[in-house]
């Protein structure tokens, strides 16, 4: 069965300072990852991907994420967080021979104080 | 550009009455179509998801059902509401043919039931 697990429930990082949302996932077969930003009672904004070829991931609004097959890990990153990425971020995966049907993670709410 | 959009946005409906909540994407043909349920802002939960006009398949027994009598049309509805239908309902698509897998949501239809 697949699944994901985001370990944090909130993560706090000061404007400025870099910023990691941890997921980790369970799939059999090759996996599709996928990170979502939730702002509140908004609906879920895709950021990135990772389907097949680099590791390292950009997406928008200057995220990135790093899939490391080793670890099953997709944690999502920024060099330098705004207030403006305060938000809900969710971590999703599914297999590549089942796509659409998307597993999400629990969710990470980030805190970026100025 | 495609573009999803879910009515109403917020609903307050009493214990025992029906509900039909819509959802249509424009832009595109042949979607796949999704409902998930979010509860208490956290994890979403798939509900429905649609590969086809009249082809419903359910995720989990519920309260509720689905129906797409159009090809961009998907419809979340209940003959009898239940406390525990209360949530924010979050319709979804995704490509049909040459999918990688990202979903693009709607902004969401808060339901309480009281």
């Known amino acids: 069965a697949q699944s994901v697990a985001q370990p944090e429930d909130q993560v706090n990082v000061a404007e400025g300072n870099p910023l990691t949302v941890k997921c980790t996932y369970s799939?059999?077969?090759?996996?599709?990852l996928f990170w979502y930003v939730q702002y509140p009672n908004r609906g879920l904004q895709f950021l990135l991907k990772y389907i097949t070829g680099d590791n390292l991931v950009k997406g928008s609004y200057g995220f990135e994420a790093e899939f490391n097959k080793s670890q099953t890990s997709f944690h999502l990153k920024k060099p330098s967080a705004l207030v403006s990425d305060s938000a809900l971020y969710f971590c999703?995966?599914?297999?590549?021979?089942?796509?659409?049907?998307?597993?999400f993670g629990q969710g990470t709410t980030l805190q970026v104080k100025p | 550009s495609q573009t999803i959009h879910q009515w109403p946005a917020t609903l307050v409906q009493p214990v025992g009455s029906p509900l039909s909540l819509e959802c249509t994407v424009e832009g595109t043909s042949n979607p796949n179509l999704y409902w998930y349920r979010q509860a208490a802002g956290r994890g979403l939960q798939l509900l429905f998801y649609s590969v086809g006009i009249g082809q419903i398949s359910s995720e989990v027994p519920q309260n509720l059902s689905a129906s797409r009598p159009q090809d961009r049309q998907f419809i979340l509805s209940s003959k009898k509401l239940l406390l525990s239908d209360s949530g924010f309902y979050l319709c979804?698509?995704?490509?049909?043919?040459?999918?990688?897998?990202?979903?693009?949501f709607g902004e969401g239809s808060r339901l309480t039931v009281l």
């Open positions: 979804a698509w995704s490509q049909g043919s040459g999918n990688t897998g990202e979903l693009f």
């Open positions: 799939v059999s077969g090759n996996p599709y």
């Open positions: 999703a995966v599914t297999r590549s021979s089942n796509t659409g049907k998307l597993i």
